[in-house]
Each structure stands twice: as structure tokens, then as C-alpha cells.
């Protein structure tokens, strides 16, 4: 079955220590991005790469960190949280060019629930 | 992204239609409508996306306008699974980096 999976999938935490959420996609897709949803906010997309080894940052980058080395993997880092990254989490992927699916038929993965004390 | 206008929350009784509307005023040539749902915090879903032509697929009809600044999606048979957030979004095909832009979306309620 084609899917976005997440770990974990609800995570509590202290301000400073360093978690890490996975995101791993099965569909052989390029591109990968992660957003965060708040409540009157919307979805804001915080990472996206575009294949192995290229990042970038999308709208609201800091404090954040994610690296691209295998192309299913696509992990979020927060290296020191803070309670203002408590959030709903999603990772998401799409195909490039000639996947054969509408270009920005995004896949989204079920969530990560980061609670920040 | 063009920008796009919805109206915060509909009703729609069970089992019948539901139409949801979406202004693009904005909207470039290239750039496609597409529609997502979000039910409740789960990730968002990819319902159906179009150009200028009207679309349909196994979950929606999408309908636009002749001069493209607005569309409807219509789900013809609403079932109280359809309660969710419904996202109009203008987007390029081809954008490669900022994939898509939610925003506030319709919430839509379907009752028995």
C-alpha cells in the first residue's frame, strides 16, 4: 500500500531536548516536505527537498533542521525545543515529472501530535 | 499562488449534494485548482485537481468557470464521513519548491 508513515505519531517532551521525527515514503517519490498545523494558522510548510542531499527551507524554517541522505527517509530534527514548536506535524511527498500522477498530488503522512513543556 | 477565497463552514444534510465554492480571482493561466480535505487533524487528502475543463472522479466533480475565477467542488452524495476541512488551492504544476499553500479552507459539516 502506497503510504507516508510518521514516528512517533504523539510525542511529549521537555524544552531542550533533542527529538527526532521520521518520515519515510514509500512511493519512490522525489520531492518531500514537512509543514506544521496550528490552529487559526493553517498549514505552513517548514522543510521540502527535492531529492537526496537537496534541502531547503519553506516558510517557517527555524528551529528546525532535516537532512535528505536515502530518498524514502526525510527526518525532522529539533535540536534544542522550545514550547512554541508544540504542533501537529506532517510530512508529506510527491512525485516529479513523469510519475504519472498529477504533479502536486501530494501524499500526507498521519501526523505527529509534539507537545513541548 | 493565486490567492483563494472560501466560506468558513457549510451544512449539507445527508445524502444530498454538496457544493463548495472557491473565488480565484487571481489566478494565472497556468495555474491549476486543486482541492484537498482534511478530516479531523488527520493529514490532508487529495480529492481532484483541474485547469480550465470541468473534472470527475470516483470521490468529486470539480466545475469551472469559463473565465476560471471561480469553481465548485461537488461531492453528489454527502455521507457523514464527508465532514471535514475542504482546501481550494491555485497552485503551478511545476512548482518545485513551495509545494502548496492551505489556507483557511471550508469547514464542512454533513448531517443526518
Known amino acids: 500500500e502506497a503510504q507516508v508513515t510518521q514516528n512517533p505519531r504523539y510525542l511529549i517532551t521537555v524544552t531542550g531536548k533533542k527529538l527526532t521525527v521520521t518520515c519515510s515514503q514509500n512511493m519512490n517519490h522525489e520531492y518531500m516536505s514537512w509543514y506544521r498545523q496550528d490552529p487559526g494558522l493553517g498549514l505552513r510548510q517548514i522543510y521540502y527537498?527535492?531529492?537526496?542531499?537537496?534541502?531547503d527551507k519553506g516558510d517557517v524554517p527555524e528551529g528546525y533542521k532535516v537532512s535528505r541522505k536515502e530518498k524514502r527517509n526525510f527526518p525532522l530534527i529539533l535540536e534544542s525545543p522550545s514550547p512554541n514548536q508544540t504542533s501537529l506535524y506532517f510530512c508529506?511527498?510527491?512525485?516529479?515529472?513523469?510519475?504519472?500522477?498529477?504533479?502536486?498530488?501530494?501524499?500526507f503522512g498521519p501526523g505527529t501530535r509534539l507537545t513541548v513543556l | 499562488d493565486a490567492k483563494t477565497t472560501q466560506p468558513p463552514s457549510m451544512d449539507c444534510a445527508e445524502g444530498r449534494a454538496a457544493n463548495l465554492p472557491c473565488n480565484h480571482s487571481?489566478?494565472?493561466?497556468?495555474?491549476?485548482v486543486y482541492w484537498y480535505r482534511q478530516i479531523h487533524s488527520q493529514g490532508p487528502q487529495y480529492i481532484i485537481h483541474g485547469l480550465k475543463n470541468n473534472e470527475t472522479n470516483e470521490m468529486a466533480s470539480l466545475i469551472i468557470t469559463e473565465d476560471r475565477k471561480s469553481s465548485t467542488l461537488i461531492l453528489p452524495h454527502a455521507t457523514l464521513r464527508d465532514t471535514a476541512v475542504y482546501y481550494c488551492?491555485?497552485?503551478?504544476?511545476?512548482?518545485?519548491?513551495?509545494?502548496?499553500?492551505f489556507g483557511g479552507g471550508t469547514r464542512l459539516m454533513v448531517k443526518p
Open positions: 487571481t489566478i494565472s493561466g497556468n495555474e491549476y
Open positions: 527537498s527535492m531529492n537526496v542531499e537537496v534541502t
Open positions: 488551492i491555485a497552485a503551478f504544476s511545476n512548482n518545485a519548491g513551495n509545494m502548496l499553500t
Open positions: 508529506a511527498s510527491r512525485g516529479g515529472r513523469g510519475s504519472g500522477k498529477p504533479y502536486n498530488e501530494q501524499f
